[in-house]
């Protein structure tokens, strides 16, 4: 029997002309959390991740650094992209390299194919181009240079001058897919979110589209065009295939890649940051019409991380390195604060003060603490045995009620990819919780036996409501929540933290009386104590 549908997420393949910086990590922490919280919907899931590796911009590094392209690439990629997935906790299935053969064979079948069915052609031309996005600009896309660059045309992205390129080379078809993809997203309003995505792709479309040149000769860093091997394929149209190629592309039947494209494609979210919006609802999905093949279900296009009100990059020197975080605050802050802080869809800034009084208010003051008291109180009032509550009272039934509210909102909100507002639904709950200690106090019931009952249920609904947390913030912080299940004592009685159904974690009453309940590690140590 064929597998059911993977849900299938992927983030860019980042190119390799520098290191990583946290503007990147964010594309691949949110697909992770993505990825993590249908796992834990019980789906297969399928993340994949990876590296850009040729055109002219990776070149012209290599160049730069005295070494051949696969050199520079393959040195980058184990010393900076690979690495970086461990930082963050990624979790992704797959990492594919524009380089390897799995993918340079089926993209020259996938052109060729485009080629056999007339949607490919000769021709010439001249234009602005900019390496740094490895994209041919329209006039209007660009600004007057200032200062050093003054008299000359810039990228409105990577603010240095454009180059004239001409060419005589191969072109698709791309002007015969306007109305076709205008017809497509008008029918499916989802495909491209945020709606401001959605409404500049089909403004874009409104104004129609040029044939795209998809192939390069004044240089070889790249795919040889099967029929024309002194040209390379651009970049974009090799590196867009990615997502298809690392699943199987074009595979013959009955082959395992075949099988695996059966079960994985189409993509379910395409992951983007908004500059990169329009090679992927434009060129990626007219290229898969071309190909008669089904199209993503969507590409959901994030915001810029900003420094100073500028894009965070690498050649403007102002990218910050994601270990610079998380050596600081640990993988499971980082991945919080950005998904927590910055409205997905939206630009946001870094900053070290925000992102300090965040972890200080709302993981270690918020829930740490709350899981460093309860492990206490269980310690001292019940010799570290999870009591069987008494009748609940209707404090008990209100947190009740919210954890049921608060699954809910969660897991809407994470099926839109609204990450901050399913966080904030969490984080509601540790703080109801948090009240509902002081209210009850179980300290002062403590000193009277005529409450034991009533200290029973306060401290079994504190336990319970952890448990409900550690389900709930493991896709976001899977190291925290490993922690907080094994000071639960859940796993023996549960299962493993990632087999816990997001769906039903409101159901109240699953962490059995009588589990032993242990003080951990602190989950979020105070900053002064992990300082440099
Ligand atoms: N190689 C192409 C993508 C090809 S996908 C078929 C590329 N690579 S990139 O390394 O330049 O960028 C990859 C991703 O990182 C993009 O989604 C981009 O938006 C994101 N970011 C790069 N700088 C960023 C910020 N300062 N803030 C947020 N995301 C940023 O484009």
Request: hydrophobic share 40%; glycine share 8%; with cysteine.
């Amino acid at each position: 029997m064929p597998e059911s549908k993977a849900f299938y997420v992927t983030t860019p393949i980042y190119y390799v002309n520098d290191a990583p910086h946290i503007g990147h990590a964010y594309t691949t922490t949110a697909g992770d959390v993505l990825a993590r919280w249908h796992r834990q919907r019980g789906e297969r899931v399928w993340f994949l991740t990876g590296t850009d590796e040729h055109g002219q911009k990776v070149m012209r590094t290599a160049e730069a650094n005295g070494m051949p392209p696969q050199e520079w690439a393959d040195r980058l990629v184990e010393s900076a992209w690979l690495p970086v997935l461990d930082t963050i906790d990624a979790s992704n299935d797959d990492f594919i390299r524009t380089t390897q053969e799995r993918h340079t064979t089926r993209v020259q079948r996938f052109l060729t194919d485009l080629k056999d069915r007339g949607e490919i052609f000769e021709g010439s031309y001249e234009g602005p181009y900019c390496v740094g996005c490895e994209e041919f600009k329209l006039a209007g896309d660009l600004l007057d240079g200032e200062r050093e660059f003054n008299g000359q045309k810039v990228c409105p992205t990577h603010g240095r001058p454009v180059e004239t390129v001409s060419e005589t080379n191969w072109f698709f078809r791309l002007s015969a897919y306007a109305d076709r993809l205008l017809a497509h997203y008008e029918a499916n309003p989802l495909a491209v979110q945020p709606p401001s995505a959605y409404n500049e792709v089909v403004s874009f479309l409104r104004s129609g589209l040029q044939d795209l040149s998809i192939s390069r000769s004044t240089f070889d860093w790249g795919i040889p065009v099967p029929w024309d091997t002194a040209q390379v394929v651009y970049v974009w149209f090799d590196a867009l295939l990615n997502y298809a190629t690392a699943v199987g592309l074009d595979d013959d039947p009955g082959t395992p890649g075949a099988e695996q494209f059966a079960a994985t494609w189409p993509a379910d979210v395409h992951l983007v940051g908004k500059d990169i919006l329009r090679f992927h609802a434009i060129i990626w999905p007219a290229m898969l019409m071309a190909a008669e093949l089904p199209l993503p279900g969507q590409v959901f296009a994030h915001g810029w991380l900003l420094v100073g009100g500028e894009k965070m990059s690498k050649s403007k020197l102002t990218g910050i390195a994601p270990s610079q975080i998380v050596d600081h605050f640990g993988s499971d802050a980082f991945r919080y604060y950005f998904l927590r802080a910055i409205s997905f869809g939206a630009d946001g800034s870094f900053s070290w003060e925000d992102m300090s009084a965040r972890y200080t208010s709302e993981l270690a003051n918020g829930l740490g603490n709350l899981a460093s008291r309860a492990a206490a109180m269980i310690a001292k009032y019940r010799d570290g045995l999870l009591p069987a509550p008494g009748s609940y009272t209707e404090p008990e039934l209100a947190l009740q009620v919210l954890l049921g509210e608060v699954a809910t909102t969660a897991d809407d909100a994470m099926l839109r990819l609204e990450f901050s507002t399913s966080i904030a639904a969490m984080k509601s709950f540790v703080d109801a919780v948090n009240l509902y200690v002081t209210e009850q106090a179980p300290w002062v019931l403590a000193k009277d036996e005529a409450n034991d009952e009533r200290l029973s249920t306060v401290l079994y609904t504190i336990c319970e409501s952890l448990r409900a947390m550690a389900v709930l913030y493991h896709a976001v912080m899977p190291k925290a929540t490993e922690s907080m299940w094994e000071q639960l004592g859940a796993e023996a009685a549960l299962g493993t933290l990632g087999s816990q159904d997001v769906t039903d974690v409101g159901r109240w009453g699953q962490l059995p009386a009588g589990v032993t309940i242990t003080k951990g590690m602190n989950l979020f140590p105070r900053l002064e104590e992990t300082a440099d």
